[in-house]
C-alpha cells in the first residue's frame, strides 16, 4: 500500500513569492491534514481537510490557504512567503477525519532565500 | 490553552533496558493520545493510539499507558535497541473536532 506522497520535496524561494506544495493521501482515507515543523520546533497544525471541506485551522495567517479535492488529494498555497516559513511541510491523512490516527508523508523542505 | 508536555528534550539510555517517555497535558482529557516516532528529515511515523476510556495499550514491545487522573501518558519500549533511537512525539486530541496537538517531542538514545 502507497503511503503519503508529497511533492516536490525541496523547494528554495525568494520572500514575497508564492508557493504551491501537493499531497496525495492512502488509498481510501478521506481526511488530510497540514503542519508546519521549523527546524528544532515542534509540528505546528495549519490545515484539516476532510471530504472536500476545510474542517478546522491553526493560528496561521490568511496568506496559508489550501483545498483538498475530489480525489482526496490536497494543496497548500503560501502567499507573500517571508523568512519564517522556511519549514518542512507535513502532510498526513486519515481514513476519517476524527477517530482514526494520522500517516505522514516525509514533507516538502521549503527554504526561503 | 491546551498546552501538551513531553518531559525530557533527551533521554540516553543502554541497550537492552527499558525507556519510559512521559507526555502531560493541562485542561480537560484528550478524546485520544497517539505516539509518534520521527527520524531526521522523515515525517513522522504513527505508532499506538489510545482512547480516553482505555488504560493501556501494546504493539510488539511497545505498551502506551493513560491516566486521566494524572493527566498523563506514559510510552515505554521494552529490551530498547540502538534501532530505536528516535525523537518520540506525543500527539493529543481533544475532540474529534478538533486541531491535533502535538509535543516538542524527546530524542531518545540507545547506546549498545
Known amino acids: 500500500e502507497a503511503g503519503v506522497t508529497q511533492s516536490p520535496t525541496h523547494l528554495i524561494k525568494t520572500r514575497g513569492q508564492q508557493v504551491t506544495l501537493r499531497c496525495s493521501p492512502i488509498?481510501?482515507?478521506?481526511?488530510v491534514y497540514w503542519y508546519q515543523q521549523a527546524l528544532g520546533l515542534g509540528l505546528q497544525f495549519l490545515l484539516w481537510?476532510?471530504?472536500?471541506?476545510?474542517?478546522n485551522r491553526g493560528n496561521f495567517p490568511p496568506r496559508f490557504s489550501g483545498r483538498q479535492f475530489p480525489n482526496y488529494s490536497s494543496e497548500l498555497n503560501v502567499n507573500a512567503l517571508e523568512l519564517e516559513d522556511s519549514a518542512l511541510y507535513l502532510c498526513?491523512?486519515?481514513?476519517?477525519?476524527?477517530?482514526?490516527?494520522?500517516?505522514f508523508g516525509d514533507g516538502t523542505r521549503l527554504s526561503i532565500l | 490553552s491546551q498546552k501538551i508536555e513531553q518531559n525530557s528534550e533527551a533521554l540516553n539510555i543502554q541497550e537492552g533496558k527499558t525507556a519510559t517517555l512521559t507526555c502531560n497535558y493541562t485542561?480537560?482529557?484528550?478524546?485520544?493520545l497517539q505516539w509518534y516516532r520521527q527520524d531526521p528529515g522523515r515525517g513522522p511515523v504513527f505508532l499506538l493510539l489510545?482512547?480516553?476510556?482505555?488504560k493501556e495499550k501494546r504493539k510488539e514491545r511497545l505498551k502506551v499507558t493513560f491516566d486521566t487522573t494524572l493527566k498523563q501518558s506514559l510510552f515505554h519500549i521494552t529490551a530498547s535497541q540502538p534501532a530505536d533511537s528516535a525523537t518520540y512525539l506525543c500527539?493529543?486530541?481533544?475532540?474529534?473536532?478538533?486541531?491535533?496537538?502535538f509535543g516538542s517531542g524527546t530524542r531518545l538514545s540507545i547506546r549498545p
Open positions: 485542561n480537560y482529557s484528550p478524546a485520544y
Open positions: 500527539a493529543l486530541r481533544y475532540s474529534s473536532a478538533s486541531k491535533i496537538i
Open positions: 489510545i482512547r480516553e476510556n482505555e
Open positions: 498526513a491523512s486519515s481514513l476519517d477525519g476524527y477517530n482514526q490516527p494520522q500517516h
Open positions: 488509498s481510501g482515507h478521506t481526511s
Open positions: 481537510y476532510d471530504e472536500g471541506e476545510e474542517r
